[in-house]
Each structure stands twice: as structure tokens, then as C-alpha cells.
């Protein structure tokens, strides 16, 4: 059974830093796509990052929008995916997922709230 839970959300101002979690089970973080993705009110889910193993190698995919502020990573014996976010915007502020791809199906967390302040 796949769990992905979600932590490290909360309140902060714009231009501050957070750093989102996302603990795994049932699916091993190295060797799967994992992702994070954001709902804000009256919007649709929309891609964050992404990350890939490619032979022996991690890659990387950032939406427009986050490229040179959010970056993802793994932490492949704690079987967690990382999202550090820095220089926070207002229009940052949503509900952020964390996904997981085992066998071409889609495992979703709980969501984890992040509100950025102007």
C-alpha cells in the first residue's frame, strides 16, 4: 500500500522560506517519479517539480513560474521528497500535493497548506 504524507506547510511572508516533505511508503522515492504539485482556491492542480531517475542519474522538471526558487530533492535512505521554496510569493500560496507514479499509476498525499503573506 502507497502512502505519501506531506509535512512543513504553514504561514509565512512573502520572501521567506519553507521547506516541504513528503514521507513515502510502498513506493521507493529513487526509483519512481515523484512530484509536487499546487491547488490554490478556484484553480486547478498545476505541476511544481518533478523528479526522475535516468540511469544512475536525478532529473529535474520546475514549472515557469518556480524555476530558480523551488528546488526538489530526495533523500533516497529516508525515502523522502523534498521541496525547499525560497523567495515566497502571495501567488505561491496553495495547497501543495505530493505525488508518486509506481506502475503507471498516480499516488496522491493529503495535501499540505502553504500561505504566503504580502
Known amino acids: 500500500q502507497v502512502q505519501l504524507v506531506e509535512s512543513g506547510g504553514g504561514l509565512v511572508q512573502a520572501g521567506g522560506s519553507l521547506r516541504l516533505s513528503c514521507a513515502a511508503s510502498?513506493?521507493?522515492?529513487?526509483?519512481?517519479?515523484m512530484g509536487w504539485y499546487r491547488q490554490a482556491p478556484g484553480k486547478q492542480r498545476e505541476l511544481v517539480a518533478t523528479?526522475?531517475?535516468?540511469?544512475?542519474?536525478?532529473?529535474?522538471n520546475y514549472a515557469d513560474s518556480v524555476k530558480g526558487r523551488f528546488t526538489i530533492t530526495r533523500d533516497n535512505a529516508k525515502n523522502t521528497v523534498y521541496l525547499q521554496m525560497n523567495s515566497l510569493k502571495p501567488e505561491d500560496t496553495a495547497v501543495y500535493y505530493c505525488?508518486?507514479?509506481?506502475?503507471?499509476?498516480?499516488?496522491w498525499g493529503q495535501g499540505t497548506q502553504v500561505t504566503v503573506s504580502s
Open positions: 523528479i526522475t531517475s535516468f540511469i544512475n542519474l536525478s532529473r529535474t
Open positions: 510502498g513506493i521507493t522515492v529513487s526509483s519512481n517519479a
Open positions: 505525488r508518486g507514479t509506481l506502475q503507471n499509476y498516480d499516488y
